[in-house]
């Protein structure tokens, strides 16, 4: 089982741009971005393969958001530009033995949560 912990969430406010990283605690092959917006379900986010070269985005962060991961130092990271008032909500990062999807029920490990709160 991999471990996950993730850093970095807080409140900003709209258009500013943030990071967020998700510490691991051995190299699985993919992993993932997911948000759970209060109220709601868990959303993908962003998605990339274990040596980086496919990466996948919902169609709400596209060309805002990048996700990148460091295999040397086991840690993913999720830039988030031009930040919206939607993307206020808990991230997730998620990681499984097999290719990248969207699919949050093929993620076998999860980290507990980095709370990002966007503000006008």
């Known amino acids: 089982q991999v471990q996950l912990a993730e850093s970095g969430g807080e409140k900003v406010q709209a258009g500013d741009s943030l990071t967020l990283s998700c510490v691991h605690s051995?190299?699985?092959?993919?992993m993932a971005w997911f948000r759970q917006a209060p109220g709601k379900g868990r959303e993908f986010v962003a998605t990339?393969?274990?040596?980086?070269?496919?990466?996948e985005y919902s169609e709400s962060v596209s060309g805002r958001f990048t996700i990148s991961r460091d295999n040397a130092k086991n840690i993913l990271h999720l830039e988030m530009n031009s930040l919206k008032l939607e993307d206020t909500a808990v991230y997730y990062c998620?990681?499984?033995?097999?290719?990248?999807?969207?699919?949050?029920?093929?993620?076998?490990?999860w980290g507990q949560g980095t709370q990002v709160t966007v503000t006008s």
């Open positions: 990339i393969s274990g040596d980086g070269g496919v990466t």
């Open positions: 051995e190299h699985p092959y993919a």
């Open positions: 998620a990681a499984r033995d097999g290719p990248t999807t969207s699919n949050e029920w093929q993620y076998s490990d």
